[in-house]
Nanobody, 117 residues
């Protein structure tokens, strides 16, 4: 299984980006049963959870992104998304996708999001 993250880039404050993370080689039943999410790490800071999605469909967001970010998935495409609206300079970070299958954790390579004021 390989996680391929994409969609990062540079935007001005107030703009939007949509991150994608495809789990290549993951069978559907494992995808269905996985907890998946997005973390981010800003320079000089620890990696933090941004949003996650359980296998039961429950979502969880850190307070600072509630109402602005939305996590979703496409089972057929084995892909998890993070729609980011109303971006702020403090959202600048490398974003990593994560899949937890219960028996193993997978991490994407990271995609850089830069928000300028």
């Amino acid at each position: 299984v390989q996680l391929q993250a994409s969609g990062g880039g540079s935007v001005q404050a107030g703009g939007s980006l949509k991150l994608s993370c495809k789990a290549s080689g993951m069978i559907l039943s494992v995808f269905w049963g996985s907890r998946m999410g997005w973390y981010r790490q800003a320079p000089g800071k620890q990696r933090e959870l941004v949003a996650d999605l359980t296998n039961e469909g429950s979502t969880n967001y850190r307070d600072s992104v509630k109402g602005r970010f939305t996590i979703s998935k496409d089972n057929a495409k084995r892909t998890v998304y993070l729609q980011m609206n109303s971006l702020k300079p403090e959202d600048t970070a490398v974003y990593f996708c994560y899949f937890g299958t219960g028996s193993r954790d997978y991490w994407g390579q990271g995609t850089l999001v830069t928000v300028s004021s």
